[in-house]
């Protein structure tokens, strides 16, 4: 009966679960990929090789010297894991504050998260720092999200208040200008603060280079949390594309849900941005591009974007490593080379659908 | 206990301006009442409190239940409300559309039952919209969109359904057709209708009852025959209109030029 009913209703887009399978496969697949190349190390087919022999009941020769492996399982492996977790959470947080301000031209940069979350993380670096180092529980990843939220507050009110017809384009604007701000407060404070200007920005640009295990640790249980908290809203961030007034029509309780969502989704940013530092235009080109696959409910875009937004970090950090070696290039530049256009292409063919 | 709608005294406000008044009402189950009034009279604010929406002192009771001590969920149970102008995702499949409308009966962070699905496999093909199912809600007409926002409004399974306006953007063929759904319905599922209409002579030909409003007053109520007068449209719409009464009932109501204008 069940089975026979579901064949019987076509168009519905909750239940292809078969995506997340192929969503995991491709960023095992491209974290494989960026595991075994890079400047230095063994030659790339030996990593897996390698990686096989280190799980309990294989034995593999892979011909891996006791330094190439350290340069693969110490160097790479968490610069992999941190770029997975960084791109997944941006994704995933774009994604959602899409849906919660039915607004598809917003991601955690142009709502103003991030340079509320770097002044947020600046005015700690300022503030009694020598004292709150020492504290068992680093306040800066705090300050972060808090700074971040604000700004998200900020951006939200201002674009709301001045765009009633609730343009897209409003919030975005409101945002710019929420950015624009934040930054020249926080160059304000370091100008009077010389000496963290270097704490500060190290911080800011982010440490996905010299990723260590120890940066994934310390960012890992926000990421989990806002990661699980997102993907448990994902069917209601759905009901709340027919607006306010009829979701709550429906039974939903939709200040709670948005205040919820845009909680998780900023703690997760903040602790994003306080490890990988500025990267934009993740957080809208993934989850577009899921929207161009897939459709664009929710039940699918929130979790499709994080595997995606997962593989395409991690790919996005590959030429940063090759092209100009030894130096590097930062991710930022190579999101933001294939990002820009994509907003603009974007934000083109929705001017030309009204 | 008779699923019937109970007013007592309700009243409504908007920024302590008083929009509905004092009113007292009761919808048996099966019923259409029809609220009409000119612009501001309080149509929509009443609809929007019995939907939940706004808050309201007095009474105000379905099955028994005050509307204000009912949580969201229990009250898009309790009510299906077909706002003027529903916001249709240009890029949401007609069937995910229809199943929102099972919410209040999935768990929050749960997914929907193979109930609700058939539920929703039923309606569509009740009202004919099987062939558009995968159909995205921006390339459908407005005949079709009106289709798909009613079915959407049965998937609550409520016993009242609220129409703001359910007609105003569908021409005299397709309002036609929406409001003979919406009475085939409410006979097949005993329904309370309260829908609020601008054209007075579908309003009068489709419900049981008119309830007119004027500045969140009841000024008139009953049938048709009894609310549609000249004089009463003259006092308290402010036109001239000649109110024609058919042999089989029909009460039609045709606008006229006053006699400055010629």
Redesign the interface.
Known sequence: ??ST??L????????RTAWWTVGAVIVVFTALVATAVGPAGPVWWRVPLALLDRLPLISINSGVTEAQWNIVWQIRAPRVVLAALVGAMLSLAGASYQGVFRNPLVDPYLLGVAAGAGLGATIAFVTNREITETWPIDPVPFAAFIGGLCAVALTYTVGTAFGRSRSATTLVLAGVAVTSLATAVQTFVLQRNNDVVRQVYSWILGRLTTASWADVRLVLPYIAVSTVVLL??R??I??L???D??A??????VNQVRIVVVLAATLGTSAAVAVSGLIGFVGIIVPHAV?LLL???YRLVVPLSMFLGAAFLIAADIPGRILTAPSETPIGVVTAFFGAPFFLLILRLREARR | MMANLLLRNTRVEYAGCPVVVGLDEQVAVGEWLCVIGPNGAGKSSLLRAIAGLVPYSGNLHIAGREVSTLTARDTARHVAFVPQDPVLPDDMSVADYILLGRNPYVSTFGRESAHDREVVAHLIDNLSLRIHARRMLGTLSGGERQRVVIARALAQEAPVLLLDEPTSALDLGHQQHALELVDRLRRERDLIVVSAMHDLTLAGLYSDRLLLLHQGVAVARGAAQRVLRSETLAEFYGVSARVIHEADGTVVVVPQRSAGDL
């Open positions: 009966m069940t009913t579901v019987h209703l076509p168009g519905i887009s909750g239940r448990m809203y069917r209601l759905d009901v594309r027919v607006g007034d009829e709550r029509a429906l039974g939903v309780n929207r459709g664009a409910s």
